[in-house]
């Protein structure tokens, strides 16, 4: 699973499961791009992958605005190009707890431009880039798509999508050999999910097969995976990584 001389990209990798990733290709020896939106999230995360000895270029971006994403794409490839990206980045804070007749259109359209719309957004900038190397592309998409969570329509919704995204862009990419496959973690012990009630944590951790809270580095050798040689002739699928709450 040697990324030795790939540069990836990954949205969203100033915290959680985005950083654990980041330092996980770097493990595997691959040279990270972080394209985080809050700049202080981005330079912290930035500075501890350079303590770590990942080869690391940071690009301030949002993945909601296309003109940002674009940025990111131009300045990839006066960099050096690319041959991974992992969409990681996603409004996941806080957005539960509303039965879905009483969601926001606005908090609707809103986690909707993140979470669904931004994945395509940056996979369609970078595209002829990964298309050039034959590379990989790996979404993050939740278990919460498959179990259905309740008060949480509009996550679930978005984190859908995202699961049928992969598939279409997997046909698309298939000539040029670009993969296109999704990661699907179940609750996982970060800063996005400290808000999330007690009672979810509860339910994932009495009915996980494996009997224990998830930790981002369950999920790591995953992306790792996919986005490497050893990957190279899976596409379209969704690996769910999440101690067997659910069986997909």
Same mark, same amino acid.
């Given at each position: 699973?040697?990324?030795?001389?790939?540069?990836?990209?990954?949205?969203?990798?100033?915290?959680?499961?985005?950083?654990? #990733?980041?330092?996980?290709?770097?493990?595997?020896?691959?040279?990270?791009?972080?394209? @985080?939106?809050? $700049?202080?999230? /981005?330079?912290? /995360?930035?500075?501890?992958?350079?303590?770590?000895?990942?080869?690391?270029?940071?690009? +301030?971006?949002?993945?909601?605005?296309?003109?940002?994403?674009?940025?990111?794409?131009?300045?990839? /490839?006066?960099?050096?190009?690319?041959?991974?990206? %992992?969409?990681?980045?996603?409004?996941?804070?806080?957005?539960?707890?509303?039965?879905?007749?009483? #969601? +926001?259109?606005?908090?609707?359209?809103?986690?909707?431009?993140?979470?669904?719309?931004?994945?395509?957004?940056?996979? !369609?900038?970078?595209?002829?880039?990964?298309?050039?190397?034959?590379? !990989?592309?790996?979404?993050?998409?939740?278990? *919460?798509?498959?179990?259905?969570? $309740?008060?949480?329509?509009?996550?679930?919704?978005?984190?859908?999508? =995202? #699961?049928?995204?992969?598939?279409?862009?997997?046909?698309?990419?298939?000539?040029?050999?670009?993969? =296109?496959?999704?990661?699907?973690?179940?609750?996982? @012990?970060?800063?996005?999910?400290?808000?999330?009630? !007690?009672?979810?944590? +509860?339910?994932? *951790?009495?009915?996980?097969? #494996?009997?224990?809270?998830?930790?981002?580095?369950?999920? %790591?050798?995953? =992306?790792?995976?996919?986005?490497? +040689?050893?990957?190279?002739?899976?596409?379209?699928?969704?690996? =769910?990584?999440?101690?067997?709450?659910?069986?997909?």
């Amino acid at each position: 699973m040697s990324l030795h001389g790939k540069r990836i990209v990954v949205t969203g990798a100033g915290r959680g499961l985005g950083f654990a #990733i980041a330092a996980a290709i770097g493990e595997a020896g691959g040279s990270v791009v972080v394209a @985080e939106r809050d $700049p202080e999230r /981005a330079g912290h /995360a930035t500075a501890r992958l350079e303590a770590l000895g990942v080869p690391v270029t940071r690009l +301030d971006t949002d993945v909601a605005d296309p003109d940002s994403v674009q940025r990111l794409a131009d300045r990839a /490839a006066a960099t050096g190009g690319l041959h991974g990206l %992992v969409n990681n980045a996603a409004l996941a804070d806080g957005v539960g707890g509303k039965h879905f007749a009483e #969601i +926001d259109v606005a908090d609707w359209d809103r986690l909707m431009a993140i979470n669904a719309r931004g994945p395509w957004l940056v996979s !369609r900038a970078l595209y002829p880039q990964l298309a050039a190397t034959s590379g !990989r592309i790996v979404n993050l998409a939740s278990d *919460a798509a498959l179990y259905g969570s $309740p008060r949480l329509a509009h996550y679930v919704t978005s984190k859908g999508a =995202v #699961i049928a995204m992969t598939r279409a862009m997997a046909r698309d990419g298939g000539p040029d050999g670009v993969t =296109v496959n999704a990661v699907a973690p179940g609750l996982t @012990e970060v800063e996005a999910t400290e808000a999330i009630p !007690r009672e979810r944590h +509860d339910l994932y *951790a009495s009915n996980r097969a #494996i009997a224990r809270t998830q930790q981002p580095e369950d999920l %790591v050798g995953a =992306v790792t995976f996919l986005l490497s +040689d050893a990957a190279s002739y899976i596409t379209g699928q969704t690996l =769910v990584v999440n101690g067997g709450f659910i069986f997909h």
